[in-house]
C-alpha cells in the first residue's frame, strides 16, 4: 500500500484511488470517459444495457449504471471526474449526486447550502 494512504481505512467516507482500483475499472472507466463522444452517447441514450453491453462491462459494472449507484461507482474505481460525464448525459446535476452520497434527498440536501433555492 502507498504509505501515504496509511490509516485512511480509518477515515470514514474515504474511498482512495489508486493504480490497482483504476485497473479493475477499467472498462467502466473507458465507457464512461467515451460518453463525452456523440458517436458513443447517441447508443446509450438509445439503449443504455445494449451499449453497456457492447462495451463489454461485467454484469456487476452494468448494474451500477443502470442503477446509478453513484456511491458504489466510487467504491469500485470510478473517480468522480467520470462520473460526471455520465451524469450530463443524464442530465443529474453534482448537487444531486452529493445528496445521494450523504444519503439525503436532493430537497434535504439543498437546505444544507447556503443557496437552498438553487437548482
Known amino acids: ?3 501515504q494512504l496509511e490509516g485512511v481505512e480509518k477515515l ?8 490497482r482500483k483504476s485497473y479493475k475499472a477499467r472498462k467502466l472507466n473507458r ?3 467515451h460518453l463525452r463522444l456523440a ?8 439503449d443504455e444495457e445494449a451499449a453497456c453491453d457492447a462495451a463489454g ?5 452494468k448494474n451500477l449504471v443502470l442503477k ?8 469500485y474505481g470510478v473517480p468522480m471526474f467520470l462520473i460526471e460525464k455520465i451524469a450530463r ?7 444531486e449526486i452529493y445528496a445521494i452520497f450523504r444519503g439525503e ?3 434535504e440536501f439543498l437546505k444544507t447550502r447556503r443557496v437552498p433555492d438553487a437548482r
Request: no cysteine.
Open 39 to 46: 458517436e458513443y452517447r447517441a447508443p446509450f441514450v438509445a
Open 12 to 19: 470514514e467516507g474515504t474511498y482512495p484511488f489508486d493504480v
Open 89 to 95: 448525459v443524464l442530465k443529474v446535476t453534482n448537487m
Open 31 to 33: 465507457f464512461l470517459w
Open 57 to 61: 462491462l461485467s454484469g456487476y459494472e
Open 105 to 107: 434527498t436532493f430537497e
Open 68 to 75: 446509478r449507484d453513484w456511491l458504489a461507482m466510487i467504491k
Open 1 to 3: 500500500m502507498n504509505p
